[in-house]
């Protein structure tokens, strides 16, 4: 039998489940997309994208999802044949590097395999090797969502101004805006690009690129802007159709409008601290799952570098398919797929998992898909350590 009826609870690292009142807000028939309320309500979104990006900086909005956001980022940022040094701890970060090599962009990479966090030794050396000062960009993840490692930018930073380098720096928060502490200012971030499905709470749709004003001007020239992804006139638009380079993503303006209000009458520190919480919840899980059976363990072996939105742990191949399976037909929650590997071919597919805990989620959620996986463990006869629930359970009893 299935106990599935009833919510279903996404539980993957994006498309994040989407608050009702968000769903509410978007429910109503095209407004005037020339004059009236949606002109206000797009000025009103203005600095609340950037008090949640921690800039008072620039931000250009465009219809898309994250990898639209990477290549809108690359367009404005370089001309063909200018160099980016992408940093890569798992496949988003592969990724953008491939965007930014199919527009003609020189691309560097430094991969740090998909477990391990940057060696800031080696980017230093890096940026030290490029005397000329060639690299235009240092473009990175700040939570790679495929591996769940978590970029120091305060420490990346530092360690670019040590080198003397004077590239900019890029950063996809696009798996922990909304979710994991993040300070674009503060930290000397020059770009960060994100979208609304994840942190933010509404439907794939709106991809955000926010720049400083010193990235503007370095960027000023750059050839690869063409018309529909220069940032210029949809940051600064002299008309309200230049914010889109046409027709406005209505009904998701009006989510994303709700979602703000949310996070901003919860607080942001509030948002972190949630995150953080449940975060070490699936931790302890985890954990305790993993106590006496290698072949359980979260990715990322030391919490200080594991984002707090997403969670990629091994189950030893077939388990994490079997488990996926039965969490989703018997229980209704979904957990997310191994990511960067073939299923047909590649066997290490089925024992690699990641659990989602962005956004609109709370201990119940959270609790109650780590009860559901322990269920689950339980019925497949997988083998797991004892405990795992009272811990998860302990750990929010302390820290709520
Ligand atoms: C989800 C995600 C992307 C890709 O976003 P899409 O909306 O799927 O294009 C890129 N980078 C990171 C870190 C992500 O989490």
Redesign the pocket.
Known sequence: MSLAAGRPYLAI??PSVIPDRVLRAMHQGSPNIYEGPLIDLVAGLWPDLRQVAGTVGHVAMYIG????A?EAANANIFSRGDKALVLAVGQ?GL??ANSARAMGINVEVLDFGKSSPVDLGRIEAALRADAGHTIKAVLT?H???ASSIKTDIPALRAVMDAAGHPALLAV?C??SLGCDEFRMDDWGVDVMVA?C??GLMTP?GVAFVWFSEAARLRCGRSDLATPYWAWGPRAEPEEFWQIWDGTAPTSHLFGLRAALDMIREEGLPNVWQRHRVLAGAVWAAFDAWGAGNPSIALNVADPVHRGCSVTAARLGAPHATRLRDWCETKAGVTLGIGLGMAPSTDPAYHGFLRVGHMGHVNAHMTLGALAVMEAGLTALDIPHGQGAIEAAARFVAAEA
């Open positions: 690292p994006g999802n994250g990898h639209a990477w988003f990724s953008w993840t939570v790679d969502t996809d696009i798996a979208a499905q994840k794939p």
